[in-house]
């Protein structure tokens, strides 16, 4: 099987020939040969340089899934700004597909996009329902975000508001995604703020904004975990999640865990830079992550090119081959990540049978409590610190049910030197670092 020309499994018996994408099919086939998924985060606004960008993406040395990122305009409902920039030949930062018309995203995708090769539309909305009407009409049916991970971090919309839209967005695509393409939708929960929250809430917060997806149609999910500072505590991260999926799913549901590359500050250096890519695919193999979203070595610095992706993509693919996996059930192992995320979770869910009702209260009620996070529905009083062994630990979790145990209290409060330091500890220690580190993933 060579690189960039791996299919979907096969269609059960009687189902029919695969006549489109499918993207948890293909990752799914990808897990079982062995091989980690690399996917970029890629978004341009003229249609034959995102053509360019997917077919390149397309062609790398890697069991690779495209990216079509949306402009910041389109994820604010602003279309009116994203055609007169359109009229005015001004770039954008992403692909207004809720403006182009859907002829020209269907032609983009023409020879592009198949069964080997699925497209993925990301754009960090809290009002997804015109992204997803312009995706399903060009012949897509996989995106992210969720009622809570595209609310709190990216501006003020209420967050009661979010859970009404993601609801009716979720059973929208269901509805527009004809058989037998199976609508795929990927929860961005496991990044909240992107660095410095613990790894317990990352996972609770994933795990439900999932439940969230199955109970309003979605029968394919991924849940996505972000790096944090710790190697072996991300491990402990992607196994729980992995594990708790397997507990609270709904039986029949599709998932796969997701893992992003390191999402805060990054090194500097080109060499740091690399390092950090190869060490984020280290830890997917060894915890058991199917698809891992890359970063480029030009990401402190600028937007990366095309062929910047693909170096990162091939970069992650090569490193990920070369990486033992663990043996089968190294996620039923217990940890500290794991009974703090079940805890959460399992508070949450007593609110309600429903899990948009169940987040809201949660919120309201300051169970679920993300750090440094300024949302108005957001309580505030929760802090994190990075501790001497690199891990993320609790200062102050608020009112969420964390075990006082975990807890540090007033020892660690955070202060303006301390929240520096521990934003740019990532990028300062692999830009130091000459030599592969040692706490790559375990």
Same mark, same amino acid.
């Given at each position: 099987? /060579?690189?960039?020309?791996?299919?979907?499994?096969?269609? *059960?018996?009687?189902?029919?020939?695969?006549?489109? =994408?499918?993207?948890?099919?293909?990752?799914?086939?990808?897990?079982?040969?062995?091989?980690?998924?690399?996917?970029?985060?890629?978004?341009?606004?003229?249609?034959?340089?995102?053509?360019?960008?997917?077919?390149?993406?397309?062609?790398?040395?890697? *069991?690779?899934? #495209?990216?079509? /990122?949306?402009?910041?305009?389109?994820?604010?409902?602003?279309?009116?700004?994203?055609?007169?920039?359109?009229?005015?030949?001004?770039?954008?930062?992403?692909?207004?597909?809720?403006?182009?018309?859907?002829?020209?995203?269907?032609?983009?995708?023409?020879?592009?996009?198949?069964?080997?090769?699925?497209?993925?539309?990301?754009?960090?909305?809290? +009002?997804?329902?015109?992204?997803?009407?312009?995706?399903?009409?060009?012949?897509?049916?996989?995106?992210? #975000?969720?009622?809570?991970?595209?609310?709190?971090?990216?501006?003020?919309?209420?967050?009661?508001?979010?859970?009404?839209?993601?609801?009716?967005?979720?059973?929208? !695509?269901?509805?527009?995604?004809?058989?037998?393409?199976?609508?795929?939708?990927?929860?961005?929960?496991?990044?909240?703020?992107?660095?410095?929250?613990?790894?317990?809430?990352?996972?609770?917060?994933? !795990?439900?904004?999932?439940?969230?997806?199955? +109970?309003?149609?979605?029968?394919?999910?991924?849940?996505?975990?972000?790096?944090?500072?710790?190697?072996?505590?991300?491990?402990?991260?992607?196994?729980?999640?992995?594990? !708790?999926?397997?507990?609270?799913? =709904?039986?029949?549901?599709?998932?796969?865990?997701?893992?992003?590359?390191?999402?805060?500050?990054?090194?500097?250096?080109?060499?740091?830079?690399?390092?950090?890519? $190869?060490?984020?695919?280290?830890?997917?193999?060894?915890?058991?992550?199917?698809?891992?979203?890359?970063?480029?070595?030009?990401?402190?610095?600028?937007?990366?090119?095309?062929?910047?992706?693909?170096?990162?993509? $091939?970069? *992650?693919?090569?490193?990920?081959?070369?990486?033992?996996?663990?043996? $089968?059930?190294?996620?039923?192992?217990?940890?500290?990540?794991?009974? $703090?995320?079940?805890?959460?979770?399992?508070?949450?869910?007593?609110?309600?049978?429903?899990?948009?009702?169940?987040?809201?209260?949660?919120?309201?009620?300051?169970?679920?409590?993300?750090?440094?996070?300024?949302?108005?529905?957001?309580?505030?009083?929760?802090?994190?610190?990075?501790?001497?062994?690199?891990?993320?630990?609790?200062?102050?979790?608020?009112?969420?049910?964390?075990?006082?145990?975990?807890?540090?209290?007033?020892?660690?409060?955070?202060?303006?030197?301390?929240?520096?330091?521990?934003?740019?500890?990532?990028?300062?220690?692999?830009?130091?670092?000459?030599?592969?580190?040692?706490?790559?993933?375990?």
């Amino acid at each position: 099987m /060579t690189a960039g020309t791996l299919t979907a499994p096969a269609p *059960a018996a009687g189902a029919g020939p695969l006549e489109a =994408p499918s993207f948890g099919g293909f990752v799914a086939a990808a897990a079982a040969g062995g091989r980690l998924v690399v996917q970029p985060r890629m978004g341009f606004s003229d249609p034959a340089l995102m053509r360019a960008g997917l077919a390149a993406t397309r062609g790398a040395a890697a *069991a690779s899934v #495209g990216t079509l /990122t949306i402009d910041s305009y389109t994820r604010v409902g602003d279309q009116a700004a994203a055609r007169a920039c359109l009229a005015e030949g001004v770039p954008l930062n992403g692909y207004p597909i809720a403006t182009h018309p859907g002829h020209e995203t269907r032609a983009l995708l023409d020879g592009v996009l198949d069964a080997s090769f699925p497209v993925q539309v990301r754009h960090g909305s809290s +009002r997804p329902e015109a992204i997803i009407r312009a995706l399903a009409a060009a012949g897509l049916d996989a995106t992210e #975000g969720g009622p809570v991970s595209y609310c709190l971090p990216y501006g003020r919309t209420p967050l009661a508001e979010s859970v009404d839209n993601w609801a009716r967005g979720c059973e929208l !695509l269901a509805a527009l995604v004809p058989a037998p393409r199976v609508p795929h939708l990927e929860t961005f929960g496991g990044c909240m703020l992107g660095q410095l929250c613990p790894p317990g809430l990352l996972v609770a917060l994933s !795990l439900l904004e999932g439940l969230f997806f199955a +109970r309003h149609g979605i029968r394919s999910v991924s849940l996505s975990y972000a790096q944090q500072t710790d190697a072996g505590q991300d491990a402990e991260a992607v196994r729980a999640l992995r594990r !708790l999926a397997g507990e609270f799913l =709904p039986p029949g549901v599709d998932r796969h865990v997701v893992l992003y590359t390191y999402m805060g500050v990054y090194p500097r250096t080109p060499r740091g830079a690399v390092r950090l890519l $190869e060490a984020s695919a280290r830890l997917a193999v060894r915890a058991g992550a199917a698809r891992l979203i890359v970063k480029t070595a030009a990401e402190a610095h600028r937007i990366p090119t095309v062929a910047e992706n693909v170096r990162a993509l $091939e970069t *992650a693919a090569a490193t990920a081959a070369r990486t033992e996996r663990p043996p $089968e059930g190294d996620e039923f192992t217990d940890s500290e990540v794991y009974a $703090e995320a079940r805890a959460l979770v399992e508070a949450v869910l007593s609110l309600s049978p429903e899990p948009g009702r169940a987040l809201r209260t949660a919120f309201a009620r300051g169970h679920l409590d993300v750090p440094y996070c300024l949302h108005p529905d957001n309580a505030g009083r929760s802090r994190s610190f990075v501790d001497g062994d690199g891990r993320l630990r609790w200062s102050a979790a608020g009112a969420m049910p964390v075990a006082p145990s975990a807890v540090t209290g007033g020892r660690t409060a955070m202060t303006a030197d301390r929240l520096l330091t521990a934003v740019h500890g990532v990028a300062t220690r692999f830009d130091r670092e000459t030599t592969s580190p040692t706490d790559s993933g375990s």
